[in-house]
DNA sequence: TCGAAGCACTATACCGGTTAAGTGTCAATA
DNA sequence: TATTGACACTTAACCGGTATAGTGCTTCGA
């Protein structure tokens, strides 16, 4: 049994080609008992449309594309993106709509990327993850003229329409959950630097700080968990260590509970913790992890409703989606210590 | 600048079409001097086929599909898919072959995935994960047709060619490890019972536990740290305590120690804890967790150049991978322990 | 010196859809 | 009764490649 076309149904049929099509897009042109005997007649043989020829007509691929440049070491680990490709998955596959995912070593290669699919028309769009300062992509995707939406910031997405939280707020949320605690002296162990959505976090915690009129350090890291260890260390053995840490991601998280457990420092009693996006494994540890939850998925089928707007031409603006809410958990309590600075544990 | 097509080619360099097209495909029927032409032509219009036109003419997608059936909640923390869709990717590009990765709710949406995919053209293959003892995939596949491969054991991939490691051998290293430490009571937390890599895991782990002499149980789960973390604390609290226990993943291994840890169990005084596949995860906590690795990227790369070859009519063999080693880390120690059964703690 | 073979290339059909333009039939209208 | 127009379809071009069958020219051998 051959992948019947639409000739084939149209032979059966005893009709042309061209009504075949019509009757089953729903267009004008054929009566409505040849469309029902057509459509009944597709129906049976199982017809599908061929996505290549469907392509090659109507100039579009049927597809959309999303790279992620970040060590698949790392990768695995992050919740985000699986969370993020599930919400799009459930909104494109609706529309009958694919999803080409792939993982690059670097940002060139993912901009070579973009362009060798979209002069294959392979992809009628793209999904830009981790904007970053002066981002390269985003000129390459205008000039290309290639739709493409953002998630993060619109502060760093340039042309592109982005769907996007309210991360300032969040950081405000916890910085006074924070000081509502006690804590006077607070830090915060960021991710890559260049990433919009980082800085602007990191911008956010100096200046609720500064508000708050207390102590906030932000340390930069690559998310793994790795640097994330190192820079707790450093915090906890600098000259005033913080009594409360907020970490960019649950992984660094983690790895800031178990140093600060290896160095005796109690968690909570003499630190609180706070991981930014919670998972499984913020609560799968011990002391649990007290975390900002916000719900990706949703994120990414907003994003993929926002990008088939896009692509079919339509006007698209940026979404916000709501502030992340902060979970309560056993990481964080009130603040033991007094201002003045810790004793140092003698290094191992 | 609109994207160039042959026909801008052929008509800038002065020749018809399909000259155009023996000289971009290497094909004979071309005088070098016009092939060169061609070629410089090509390259400085930045000349790429459309992939919609390719594959309706020749009748290939350009493209392979990778389906998971797992909820996306837990998928988000299992290195394991995004190690292997790595590694598949760093073949696949090589060759511009594009891959379509969906996650699905159940195997029913999984299979009728597999059936537009292919009705459409969609793709030329897939890579079939996670195996079951009577997987319908697989007749599905052998009925459609569809060129496809297995990761996972031959034993439960029927008709397709399968790339698999020595999950027995793998098993044996463990057991004989562990009593080389002085344990003799055993257990294992697996995942669905009906996954074949579980099952085949399971046996080998009972029969290990007899040709030693042993007491062994294992018991079932779902992959997740919600019921690793009960498994443990039922086998902690049970009849016959275990003084070690091996998980099928890195989270329930992760999640075993916790509830150890809070139940006052220490490890690895009064257990050991042994992950199978290894991951940062396992070195971040404390102790860090002993664990069975193996290279998940390259069954990955493997994986798709059997796929390439199998969708290309070529014939297609099995593949066996390295068998996993043991990564000693601080989790696992003598067993300190009489043979006598556990004081219960007291329930909290 | 003529036929055959080889070469370089053209013309064209084809893959499977979509769609603009054209055709024949019938009913409504002037 | 001739004209118009709506309807239901057909014809054929088109998307951008690939592949097969030709065509005209050169070269070689008998």
Known sequence: MKRPTIADIAARA?????????????????????????????????FQPSSA??????????????VIDRPARTLGIEPFFVQLIAGIQAELSAGGTALLFTMVEDQAAEIELYRAW??????DGVFLVDLQLRDRRVGVLRDLRMPAIAFGSPRGSGPLPAVWQDDVAA???????????GHRQLARVGGFPRYWHSKLRSDAFAKAAVVAGLDAVSVESDYTSELGADA??????????????????????????????????DVPGELSIVAWDDSKLCE???????????????????????????????????ICEPTPVLVERASTGRCAKRPAPLEEPAPA
């Not at 979209?118 to 992809?123: D, F, G, L, S």
């Open 171 to 181: 950081v405000g949320t916890v910085v006074s959950y924070l000081t509502g605690l």
């Open 232 to 265: 707790t260390r450093k915090l906890l053995l600098g000259d005033r260590p913080p009594t409360a840490i907020l970490y960019d991601n649950d992984l660094m998280a983690l790895a800031g509970l178990s140093v600060a457990q290896q160095m005796g420092v």
């Open 118 to 123: 979209w002069a294959q028309h392979r992809v």
């Open 53 to 66: 020829a469907r392509a090659l007509s109507d100039g579009r691929a049927g597809a959309f594309g999303l």
């Open 284 to 318: 799968l540890v011990h002391p649990a992890i007290t975390a900002l939850r916000r719900d990706i998925a949703a994120t990414g089928v907003q994003g993929a409703r926002l990008l088939m707007r896009l692509a079919a031409g339509e006007v698209a603006a940026n």
């Open 14 to 46: 005893g009709v042309t080609k061209a009504a075949v099509s019509f009757a089953l897009n729903g267009q004008p042109g054929v009566s409505a008992a040849t469309r029902e005997r057509i459509l009944a007649i597709a129906d049976e043989l199982g």
